[in-house]
Structure formats: C-alpha cells, structure tokens
C-alpha cells in the first residue's frame, strides 16, 4: 500500500509540474515561441513545438490524476522528462547562446540547476515505474 502512495504522489507531482508549465508556456507563447525559434536545435520545429509542447504537458498533467492511465501517463512524463534532458545536455554542449523558454519559477534556474532538476526527476519517476511493476507483481501474486 505504501507504495501505491509514492506513486500517486510523484504522479501528482509531474501533473502540478507539467499543469503549471504548460500554463506558463500558453500564458506567454509569443515569448515561448521566440525563444524557441532562437534555439539552433529547435528553430526549424519552433512552431510545432510552440503550440505541441504546452498542450502535450497540460493533457499529460489531467492523464497523470486518472488513476486508470496515471502508469501510462508516468512513462510518458519519463520520456518527456528525457527529451527535456537530452536537449538541455545539447544546449550545454553545442550551443553558445543558451535560450531559457521554461516560464515561471523554472526560469530563474542556471542550466545546470536545471539539469540536476530534470535528472532527479527522470530517477524519481523511474523509481515509481520500478514501484509499480512490484505493486503490479504483488497483486498478481495474491
């Protein structure tokens, strides 16, 4: 039981998460999608991804409080917690201009803030995943 609370929790926690940023990012598109398409990675996809990203991160936020696809939904936020990282780590290595299009209070971190942030996220959420395949285990078990 004590497990299904963790997971629960750390769902809820990707949901405020992606809720609060996808708000952020449709609240302020104009600046989003600018600083998307100052990005060298991002700029020929900044449109897409202007609109996508925000609607992908609230439909992912609502996913993660059903609790028949909160799983699927957990997967989802690892890999998109991965993507995040990969392109944070090539920013870092391939680009001298480092855009910042997070929004709100995510915004105020230096890149590699926000890289440890990401990195224990994706642990966090693999932690749950792991969690979960033992709950899923259990119950089968019994």
Excluded at 74 to 94: K, N, Q
Aim: aromatic share 10%; net charge positive.
């Amino acid at each position: 039981m004590k497990k299904a609370v963790i997971v629960e929790i750390v769902s809820l926690l990707f949901a405020a998460l992606f809720l609060y940023t996808g708000i952020m990012k449709l609240r302020e598109y104009d600046v989003f999608r600018s600083v998307i398409e100052t990005s060298p990675i991002l700029r020929p996809v900044s449109v897409p991804i202007a609109w996508g990203l925000p609607i992908v991160e609230v439909v992912l936020s609502v996913l993660l409080i059903i609790p028949a696809v909160r799983i699927k939904a957990l997967y989802a936020s690892f890999v998109l917690m991965i993507l995040f990282t990969v392109y944070i780590i090539a920013i870092l290595l391939f680009s001298k201009h480092l855009p910042c299009s997070c929004g709100g209070v995510l915004e105020s971190m230096t890149w590699t803030q926000h890289l440890i942030f990401n990195v224990s996220l994706i642990v966090l959420a693999g932690y749950c995943l792991v969690l979960n395949k033992k709950i899923s285990k259990n119950t089968v078990a019994l």
